[in-house]
């Protein structure tokens, strides 16, 4: 049984940073990601990384998010960086049953997923 367990999430200052985690237990496909939803948007990718390093970003937090993975710890991370307020929402961790999807990640394309993990972005 795949289970994971997101913690990090917290509310912040715009150009503020948190850093999320990801457990994972029972887990061994090959490709993991982030995703988000605000209230009354549809759940969007931020950033997958696959077994072999692959790592691909969704243009609206590139160059401010680092996803990365302690495959020792089977826990992935997100870190987040010069945040904005548009960056509010709640955070999920995913896990794909196979390989990262090569360019465009959606939700459909991941089985497994956390309970979420709220982040807030305000002054």
């Known amino acids: 049984q795949v289970r994971l367990v997101e913690s990090g999430g917290g509310s912040v200052q715009p150009g503020g940073s948190l850093r999320l985690s990801c457990a994972a237990s029972?887990?061994?496909?090959?490709?993991m990601g982030w995703f988000r939803q605000a209230p009354g948007k549809e759940r969007e990718g931020v950033a997958v990384?696959?077994?072999?390093?692959?790592?691909n970003y969704a243009d609206s937090v590139k160059g401010r998010f680092t996803i990365s993975q302690d495959n020792a710890k089977n826990t992935v991370y997100l870190q987040m960086n010069s945040l904005k307020p548009e960056d509010t929402a709640m955070y999920y961790c995913?896990?794909?049953?196979?390989?990262?999807?090569?360019?465009?990640?959606?939700?459909?394309?991941?089985?497994?997923w956390g309970q979420g993990t709220q982040v807030t972005v305000s002054s």
């Open positions: 995913a896990a794909a049953r196979g390989y990262c999807p090569f360019g465009a990640f959606y939700p459909q394309d991941f089985g497994y």
């Open positions: 029972g887990y061994t496909g090959a490709c």
């Open positions: 990384i696959g077994s072999t390093a692959y790592t």
